[in-house]
């Protein structure tokens, strides 16, 4: 079993990188932030999962472990593949996941490519009880309120951002922000678009 790779990207592309491991180049497929963030010629840490098929050996990488995990539960769930996983895993971070799932809301699933009304439903209930570890902590409100960080994740996802990617860029233009920009959703937005730029809206999509 390869569990995991480390070693410098010699190619990436929108859902793949190829890692150089002591000269042997790994073909892995990835979530879109993961392949959007890998640098050519720089080094990479990935947690793997091999899936062996009849006629192929496939890899899969995650940025984490906590990620990785989730990924096997999904691949768990009746009609969901690897690819429908990744998929998920491009559309959705972990702690997002286990909101939907412990919410009982399958919306979010149904809207990434792939993955219909009835495996949404299905991930919901298969994988109801074993998510709880994903979720995100309670933290207390910063200056402005979540509120403003959710509409503006919101607003990145109407401009054509995964939630992931929307969710996760907010939450850090948020951290860095003043507290005038915290509490004011054109502010924040603007400098998150800032910090996205329009090439890597066009290759975050899902």
Same mark, same amino acid.
């Given at each position: 079993m390869i569990s995991s790779l480390h070693g410098v990207v010699l190619h990436a592309t929108s859902d793949q990188v190829v890692i150089d491991v002591g000269g042997v180049g790994f073909a892995v497929a990835v979530p879109a932030d993961?392949?959007?963030?890998?640098?050519?010629?720089?080094?990479?840490?990935?947690?793997?999962?091999?899936?062996?098929?009849? *006629?192929?050996l496939s890899l899969f990488g995650f940025a984490d472990r906590g990620e990785l995990e989730i990924f096997g539960l999904l691949i768990s769930v009746t009609g969901v593949g690897p690819k429908? $996983?990744?998929?998920?895993?491009?559309?959705?971070?972990? *702690?997002?996941?286990?909101?939907?799932?412990?919410?009982?809301d399958d919306a979010p699933f149904r809207r990434v490519s792939g993955i219909g009304p009835k495996t949404a439903k299905l991930i919901v209930l298969q994988l109801a009880g074993k998510v709880q570890a994903f979720a995100a902590p309670s933290k207390p409100a910063a200056a402005g309120g979540t509120d403003v960080v959710t509409q503006v994740a919101a607003a990145l996802v109407?401009?054509?951002?995964?939630?992931?990617?929307?969710?996760?860029?907010?939450?850090?233009?948020? $951290?860095?922000?003043? *507290?005038?920009?915290?509490?004011?959703?054109?502010?924040?937005?603007?400098?998150?678009?800032?910090l996205l730029g329009p090439a890597q809206g066009g290759q975050a999509r899902v």
């Open positions: 993961v392949a959007h963030t890998a640098v050519v010629g720089e080094k990479l840490l990935l947690h793997t999962s091999l899936i062996v098929r009849e *006629d192929s429908s $996983a990744l998929g998920v895993l491009s559309h959705l971070t972990a *702690d997002q996941i286990a909101e939907a799932v412990t919410a009982e109407g401009l054509g951002w995964s939630e992931k990617v929307a969710a996760e860029a907010a939450a850090q233009t948020a $951290a860095e922000a003043t *507290d005038a920009e915290r509490a004011s959703v054109a502010s924040l937005l603007r400098r998150t678009l800032a």
